[in-house]
């Protein structure tokens, strides 16, 4: 069940950041006023189930967020960009993008990146740091590892930050 509701939290989140993301880009290039959040239904749609489409398709959250790492970093760069991608392929079509601001797509692109891998680092950090102070604590154990592999490598970091 605790799984469930981080499962969960976790689209929760990213679906916030896709709603919160559109309208700050918005906001940003054309000003805020109560225009922007009534002019662009049907853009927001469109953009929000590309977002969920790619979202899904990418696997995003097949992820642990205490295990984020550059590869799923990457991962998000590249779900982000198909849903952007996306999203402008079909407003060109059934809109031409006639009134909605072309430089919005970049400002939202950087956003939603920026906003969602801040916040898988941030649980990174609480995870290492945080938590990881709670385990190291706890009673150790000595032994010497032989080796100089990559494997070895990142079998220290890991003892290291308490996943081992």
Same mark, same amino acid.
């Given at each position: ?6 499962? *969960? ?33 049907? +853009? ?56 909605y601001p ?9 956003? &939603? ?12 950090? *609480?995870? +290492? ?9 706890? +009673? ?6 032989v ?8 079998? &220290? ?8």
């Amino acid at each position: 069940m605790r799984n469930n509701i981080k499962f *969960y939290f976790t689209i929760f989140h990213d679906l916030t950041a896709v709603i919160s993301c559109f309208y700050l880009a918005l906001a940003y290039r054309l000003g805020v006023n109560s225009e922007i959040f009534t002019s662009f239904n049907i +853009e927001f749609i469109i953009y929000f189930i590309c977002n969920l489409i790619s979202f899904a398709y990418f696997g995003l959250y097949k992820a642990i967020w205490k295990y984020t790492s550059l590869d799923e970093l990457i991962s998000i760069i590249k779900t982000i960009s198909v849903a952007i991608i996306s999203f402008t392929v079909i407003l060109f079509v059934i809109t031409r993008m006639g009134n909605y601001p072309r430089s919005s797509l970049l400002v939202n692109w950087f956003l &939603l990146i920026s906003y969602i891998c801040f916040s898988r680092l941030v649980s990174r950090i *609480y995870h +290492e740091k945080i938590l990881g102070r709670k385990h190291r604590a706890q +009673e150790t154990i000595h032994a010497i590892i032989v080796g100089n592999s990559k494997y070895v490598k990142n079998y &220290l970091r890991n003892i290291k930050i308490g996943r081992a």
